[in-house]
């Protein structure tokens, strides 16, 4: 039985655009010296396992009076892309990491290996602030399970090994602590892919509000898009990719002051998943 989460076509555009060649991805060079929860010694929520053992699922927090919602913030780049990165292809995006620390909002970003593996420094400044949590969104940016958007697949004996060599590159890249949170590529994931999750010990992270900001150049579409979709506890997915979201800066201008102004707050998604949300 496949669980899968298909979303706008937006999420379709940046798992395409995204993938280059279909090579499977490289074995880890090494294996991390511990399991992805010890990844974070000051043990950060996490849900029990599922069913069966399964890797525990979170959409969304408690829908309260308490308004809080939490941004994340995907920063893909496939296993494969370091030869775009060379010719000036942007993956990156400071200027909405900036704007981030000047309206002190508190994010999620869920970062693959690669991409810390080609912005070290960005990844570690990210990793040491207070005001985020880094969490794992693979290695290799590929896919869990078939069909999945026209990305690449990984095959089921290295779906663990994809996560833990992502969490070795941020630990290379000096990234403390990173959270024992995984977000799927794509969205894309089935028993299989959560049965294979289960020894790393992370909780999958989804979302519940779709930005819409994949390859969008109208910013306040993808603010409206936000804002008509957020509810107290929701968690909002948008991207931390240059080349492949452009608009997501200017549409985080207006987001913000608009929910403050609703009475929401902003969190990590560790707030939402210690206040027990659920899986729906």
């Known amino acids: 039985m496949i669980i899968r989460v298909r979303q706008v076509a937006?999420?379709?555009a940046i798992g395409a655009a995204l993938t280059a060649c279909g090579a499977t991805p490289e074995a880890?060079?090494?294996?991390?010296?511990?399991?992805?929860r010890s990844a974070a010694p000051s043990h950060p929520p996490t849900l029990a396992p599922g069913p069966a053992g399964l890797t525990p699922v979170f959409k969304h927090g408690p829908r309260t009076r308490d308004k809080a919602v939490a941004l994340t913030f995907d920063a893909d780049m496939t296993a494969d892309q370091g030869a775009r990165a060379a010719a000036g292809e942007h993956f990156d995006n400071p200027s909405l990491i900036a704007a981030l620390r000047g309206l002190k909002v508190p994010a999620t970003v869920f970062m693959t290996g690669r991409w810390a593996?080609?912005?070290?420094?960005e990844a570690r400044s990210i990793g040491r602030d207070p005001l985020f949590e880094v969490a794992n969104h693979s290695y290799s940016h590929y896919a869990f399970t078939g069909d999945c958007y026209g990305l690449p697949r990984?095959?089921?004996d290295r779906m663990r090994s994809d996560v833990e060599r992502a969490y070795t590159a941020f630990r290379r890249a000096g990234v403390p602590d990173a959270m024992p949170y995984f977000r799927f590529p794509g969205g894309c994931?089935?028993?299989?892919?959560?049965?294979?999750l289960s020894p790393a010990g992370v909780t999958a992270v989804q979302w519940d509000v779709v930005s819409g900001d994949a390859f969008a150049?109208?910013?306040d579409?993808?603010?409206s898009?936000?804002?008509?979709?957020?509810?107290?506890?929701?968690?909002?997915?948008?991207?931390c990719t240059r080349s492949a979201a452009p608009a997501t800066e200017r549409a985080v201008r207006r987001i913000v002051p608009e929910l403050r102004a609703r009475g929401y707050r902003f969190v990590k998604v560790s707030e939402l998943i210690g206040a027990k949300g659920g899986p729906s």
């Open 225 to 239: 898009q936000v804002l008509d979709g957020v509810r107290p506890g929701s968690v909002v997915v948008m991207h």
């Open 117 to 121: 593996e080609e912005y070290p420094a």
């Open 10 to 12: 937006a999420v379709c």
């Open 189 to 196: 994931y089935d028993r299989t892919a959560l049965k294979a």
């Open 217 to 219: 150049t109208d910013a």
């Open 221 to 223: 579409a993808v603010a």
């Open 28 to 36: 880890p060079r090494t294996k991390p010296a511990h399991p992805a």
């Open 154 to 156: 990984v095959s089921e």
